[in-house]
């Protein structure tokens, strides 16, 4: 006879050992972490405006304001994330196409995100969503 416990509550064995089966739940979690092989190259400020078609003193505006996030390297020059010229770009959209202030754009930013967080949260449980990502 095996004296050890058949399995606590929530997981089951799968004649592995005492190794417990992973369920839906850990498998979602485990698949949400991101581990960066190489790190993503840091962009600079001019790189950064360049590739936006925006002028510098601008982008330190929105830096100043929260609307992109950016670092400071040693010499305490602003360095970007790869993306911040995407996110520049969406802020530029919102602001052309439905004239909001950088305040209600700072908002609508985090709604955004919201959103997007929420329908991969929808796909990760296998719901589908009937309605298309908003941006």
Same mark, same amino acid.
């Given at each position: 006879m095996?004296? =050890?416990p058949s399995g606590a509550a929530g997981t089951s064995r799968a004649g592995r050992g005492d190794r417990p089966v992973r369920t839906g739940a850990d498998l979602t979690a485990a698949m949400s972490v991101r581990y960066a092989l190489v790190p993503a190259p840091r962009l600079s400020l001019h790189t950064v405006a360049r590739r936006s078609g925006l002028h510098p003193d601008l982008v330190r505006r929105f830096v100043a304001l929260g609307l992109v996030d950016a670092e400071r390297d040693a010499a305490g020059q602003l360095v970007f994330d790869p993306t911040a010229p995407a996110v520049l770009a969406r802020i530029q959209r919102l602001r052309s196409g439905l004239c909001l202030n950088y305040a209600s754009i700072? !908002?609508?930013l985090d709604l955004l995100d919201r959103i997007s967080l929420l #329908? /991969? /949260? !929808? =796909?990760g449980r296998g719901t589908r969503s #009937?309605?298309?990502p908003w941006t």
């Open positions: 095996n004296d =050890r700072g !908002l609508v #329908e /991969a /949260a !929808l =796909r #009937e309605t298309p």
